[in-house]
C-alpha cells in the first residue's frame, strides 16, 4: 500500500515497464515465472503477460483498484444473475460458484481498500 502521491509518483517512474493497466485490474508484470496468465497458457517462457488468459482475481501480480469497482460489480452480478435462473443447469450452477466467490471478493477488496484510504 502505498501512503502518499510523491511515493506513488516516484514508484511509477521506476516500474513503467512492468505496469500493464488493463479494463479488470492493474498488472505488475515484474517476475513471469508468477504470471497466473503464462502458467494458464501453457507458456512459461514468455516474457509478455497475456491480457487475454488473466485471471487477476487469482494472479499475485495483480492489483485492484477503485477504477476497476464497476467491471467487478457487474461481473459478480451476472454471475448472480445466472445462479438464481432456475433453467440454468446444476453443473454450471457448481462451477460457476467459484468464479462469483472470487468475483465477490475482489469486490470487498476494494471497498475495503478505498474505505481505509487507499482509493484513488
Known sequence: MI???????????????????QAANHCWFHDPAKA??????GTPGA????????????CPQATHHPCHLPV??????????????PRFPKGEKTRLMPEL??????????????????GE
Open 72 to 85: 467487478w460489480r457487474s461481473h459478480a452480478a451476472n454471475h448472480k444473475a445466472f445462479l438464481a435462473n
Open 36 to 41: 497466473l496468465c503464462l502458467k494458464l497458457a
Open 101 to 118: 466467490e472470487r468475483a465477490q471478493r475482489v469486490v470487498d477488496e476494494i471497498i475495503t481498500a478505498r474505505a481505509a484510504g487507499g
Open 3 to 21: 501512503d502518499n502521491e510523491r511515493r506513488l509518483e516516484m514508484t511509477l517512474r521506476q516500474q513503467p515497464k512492468h505496469l500493464l493497466p
Open 47 to 58: 516474457r509478455r503477460p497475456l491480457a487475454g488468459v488473466c485471471d487477476s482475481a487469482r
